[in-house]
C-alpha cells in the first residue's frame, strides 16, 4: 500500500508542472477573453473596428487556448505513458515491488484525473466565455429552447449522470484507445513506434464500425425520404399505422454510454494481457 501511494505521488508530481502550466494558460486566457467579451457590444462590433479587432483576437486566442490545453495535454500524457511503459525507462517501471499491473492501472487513473479536470475547465471556460459575450442571457435562452426542443429538464439528474458519465467515458476510451496501440506496438523486436500507430488506425476503424452497427441495431439511424433523424425512432403499429416517438438526450447518452463501457473493457482487457504475458522490453 505504502508503495502503490508512492507511485501516485510520484506519477501526480511528475506531470503537475506541464499540467499547471496548460491550464494557466486557459485560465488566464478565458478571463482575458470574459472581460474584452462583456465589454463588447457584439451586436454593434461590426460597426467599429476597433471592437472588432479586439472581439476576433480574443476568440483567436482562445481557440489557440482550447488547442494547446486539449492537444498538448493529450499528446503529453501519451507520450509520458510510453515512455516509463515501454522506452528504456520502462526497466524501472516494471522492476517495482509491486504487481504487474500496478504501474499501469496508476498511469492510467492519474492521466484520467488530468483529463478530466481539463475536460470540466474548458466546459467551464466555455460557459464562461458565452456568459460574458451575452452579458448573462445566453443560459437562460439556451435552457428554453432545450425544455421547448426535448421538453426535458437539462438539469434532471438522469440528464446530468448521463452526460458526466459520457465525459468520464469518453476520456477512458480516448486514453485506453494510445495505451492498447503502444502495448501491442511493443510486441514488436524493431519500429514499435511505428507498429503502435499502425495498431491505433486498426484500433480506430474498429471502433468506428462497431459504433456504427450498435447505432443501426439500436435504431438511432432512422432512414426515410432519403434522411437520418438522430432523434426519432418510427415504429409499426398494426401494420398499418406508422408513430414517431422522440428518442431524448438522456437516450442518447445512455446508449452511446454502453457502447464505450464495451468498448473501454475491451481496451483495457488487451492491455492488461499484453503487460501480464507478453510484455516485450527489448
Not at 471556460?125 to 425544455?147: C, P, R
Request: with cysteine.
Amino acid at each position: 500500500i505504502q508503495m502503490l501511494k508512492k507511485l501516485f505521488k510520484y506519477e501526480f508530481k511528475s506531470t503537475a508542472k506541464i499540467m499547471l502550466i496548460l491550464y494557466a494558460i486557459l485560465i488566464i486566457t478565458t478571463s482575458v477573453g470574459s472581460v474584452v467579451l462583456y465589454s463588447l457590444d457584439l451586436d454593434q462590433a461590426g460597426e467599429s473596428k476597433l471592437a472588432s479587432i479586439l472581439s476576433v483576437s480574443a476568440i483567436v486566442l482562445y481557440i489557440l487556448a482550447i488547442f494547446a490545453v486539449l492537444i498538448v495535454m493529450y499528446v503529453y500524457l501519451c507520450v509520458h505513458f510510453y515512455r516509463t511503459m515501454y522506452s528504456a525507462q520502462g526497466y524501472l517501471t516494471h522492476t517495482l515491488p509491486v504487481k504487474t499491473l500496478a504501474p499501469f492501472h496508476v498511469k492510467l487513473i492519474t492521466s484520467f484525473v488530468w483529463m478530466f479536470l481539463s475536460m470540466a475547465l474548458m466546459t467551464a471556460s466555455i460557459v464562461a466565455l458565452i456568459a460574458s459575450a451575452s452579458h448573462g442571457t445566453a443560459w437562460q435562452d439556451f435552457t428554453s429552447a432545450w425544455e421547448e426542443l426535448f421538453g426535458q429538464d437539462v438539469f434532471s439528474f438522469r440528464f446530468i449522470f448521463q452526460m458526466v458519465l459520457s465525459v468520464i467515458c469518453s476520456c477512458l476510451i480516448y486514453l485506453l484507445w494510445v495505451f492498447a496501440s503502444a502495448s501491442i506496438g511493443q510486441l514488436f523486436s524493431s519500429n514499435k513506434v511505428a507498429a503502435s500507430l499502425v495498431a491505433g488506425i486498426i484500433l480506430y476503424f474498429m471502433q468506428q464500425i462497431f459504433s456504427m452497427i450498435l447505432m443501426f441495431g439500436t435504431g438511432m439511424f432512422q432512414s426515410g425520404d432519403n434522411s437520418v433523424n438522430f432523434f426519432a425512432v418510427t415504429t409499426t403499429i398494426d401494420n398499418t399505422t406508422t408513430s414517431t416517438t422522440s428518442i431524448l438526450p438522456s437516450s442518447l447518452f445512455a446508449t452511446s454510454n454502453i457502447y464505450s463501457i464495451i468498448v473501454i473493457v475491451i481496451l483495457y482487457l488487451v492491455c492488461a494481457r499484453i503487460i501480464t504475458k507478453h510484455l516485450n522490453l527489448e
